[in-house]
């Protein structure tokens, strides 16, 4: 089950700009999986949105760059390394947060066992948009640490220094939350859309149930997911040269077929092994402009069904008017 721009295909066969704002080394215990959060001993700069309090420092009647020299030597000769959460912690402490710490972003995630989110979003940036409010407030749909367990290390190093977990980020842009309804979309502070259904009592977002929702935070609420959400790839064409399996007649068929112009829509698609078991030939539906299209119509339904929703529906009609 794959996300495209304008809906979904069901396979038949069964910003340049510095990120990592604290720096502290990788997680412990994972090996190669490093969030690339110190480039050196002492390395520190300041996220946006924090503050750092220098009534320490200015009791010493020194200079400028003689207080900063001896605050970077501390730094390097007696901090030790900490892993992304203590020093998240520790820093959350030392800098003052938008809003009571209560409320923020940092302390609701922690408290709900979201640690491996909340290091991504360091690593990756995003956390101080969380943490400001800017274009907020957010609705942030949070993968839960059972989906983050299965993914890679290349998988979780990718979205620690990319921008997919913007994805997971809805910017409501100073307006209130609205309705979620079956079948509402929603902009992402990454670009793309968004898709909700409702099956039954339970609300999905991209085909991936919501298991717990509402948990409030000072910029927004949190919404957490069984599935760690991915980006759409591109047009239908795009994602059957993509998929790893043969698709390449029924991409043959879409190219040369005007069946579908615009709206949204989910394809059964059928491998090349399947186009000829009916009863079809393959220059026969080269050489038919009639014979293609009642094709590809026996195997696409109007709007985005994801798996839980095929469950629920069971039966639906294709554009060609037939059932399955």
């Not at 503050?51 to 200079?63: A, C, H, P, R, V």
């Not at 030597?73 to 947060?97: E, G, H, Q, W």
């Not at 910017?171 to 929603?186: I, M, W, Y």
Request: include cysteine; hydrophobic fraction near 35%.
């Amino acid at each position: 089950e794959v996300q495209t721009h304008h809906g979904t295909v069901l396979w038949h066969c069964v910003m340049n700009r510095v990120r990592r704002q604290l720096q502290f080394p990788g997680l412990k215990g994972l090996g190669d999986f490093d969030p690339v959060l110190r480039r050196g001993a002492g390395d520190l700069t300041l996220p946006r949105g924090f503050k750092l309090n220098t009534s320490t420092f200015n009791s010493y009647n020194e200079s400028r760059e003689h207080r900063f020299s001896r605050f970077h030597a501390s730094m390097v000769r007696y901090n030790p390394p900490l892993d992304p959460l203590t020093s998240i912690d520790r820093f959350a402490t030392v800098y003052k947060l938008s809003g009571s710490p209560e409320e923020s972003v940092v302390s609701t995630l922690q408290r709900e066992g979201l640690t491996t989110l909340l290091v991504l979003l360091e690593t990756s940036g995003l956390l101080n948009f969380l943490i400001s409010g800017e274009k907020g407030p957010y609705i942030v749909l949070a993968p839960s640490e059972a989906a983050f367990s299965q993914l890679t290390r290349k998988e979780l190093r990718q979205l620690s220094r990319g921008n997919d977990l913007a994805y997971h980020l809805i910017p409501l842009r100073g307006q209130p939350a609205p309705e979620v309804t079956n079948d509402s979309t929603f902009k992402t502070l990454l670009g793309p859309e968004l898709r909700f259904n409702v099956y039954g009592n339970s609300v999905f977002v991209n085909g991936v149930a919501v298991s717990r929702g509402d948990l409030p935070f000072s910029h927004g609420t949190i919404q957490v997911v069984d599935s760690v959400l991915e980006v759409p790839v591109g047009e239908i064409q795009a994602v059957l040269v993509g998929s790893g399996h043969s698709y390449s007649r029924v991409n043959t068929l879409l190219s040369a077929s005007d069946l579908v112009q615009s709206g949204t829509y989910t394809l059964l698609a059928p491998p090349d092994s399947a186009i000829t078991s009916k009863g079809y030939s393959w220059p026969g539906l080269l050489m038919n402009r009639g014979l293609r299209r009642d094709l590809l119509a026996r195997h696409s339904i109007r709007g985005a069904w994801y798996s839980e929703g095929l469950l629920q529906q069971r039966t639906l009609a294709t554009l060609a008017g037939t059932t399955v």
